[in-house]
């Protein structure tokens, strides 16, 4: 069974950088994406970044160009490098993981990290 463990969040001036990091264990037969989702209170989850099965990364808007998706294979973690912080970026990030289980799965699954908080606060 997958586990995905968050670490890094905290409190940070705006303009500040932090770097939030997921480390999953166990395995499934197909990874379609992994990445970062973020809920702010009163608002939908919503996509920061992801890394598809090809290799390609895909940004929300809003973080283009400050964020970026590091990854190190060898440990199974990936990173969310957050740079140039705002008070709107003020969310619970989630570690996500898109996959099927088995070969006999017909659909996808989506796993979820325990979350951790992101205050961007003077």
């Known amino acids: 069974q997958v586990q995905l463990v968050e670490s890094g969040g905290g409190l940070v001036q705006p303009g500040g950088s932090l770097r939030l990091s997921c480390v999953a264990s166990?395995?499934?037969?197909?990874?379609?994406?992994m990445g970062w989702y973020r809920q702010a209170p009163g608002k939908q989850r919503e996509l920061v970044a992801q890394?598809?099965?090809?290799?390609?990364?895909t940004y929300a808007d809003s973080v283009k160009g400050r964020f970026t998706l590091p990854r190190d294979n060898a440990k199974n973690t990936v990173y969310l490098q957050m740079n140039s912080l705002k008070p709107e970026d003020t969310a619970v990030y989630y570690c996500?993981?898109?996959?099927?289980?088995?070969?006999?799965?017909?659909?996808?699954?989506?796993?979820w990290g325990q979350g951790t908080q992101v205050t961007v606060s003077s």
């Open positions: 166990g395995s499934i037969f197909h990874t379609v994406a």
């Open positions: 890394r598809n099965a090809g290799g390609g990364t």
């Open positions: 996500n993981l898109r996959g099927y289980e088995t070969p006999q799965s017909r659909t996808f699954d989506d796993w």
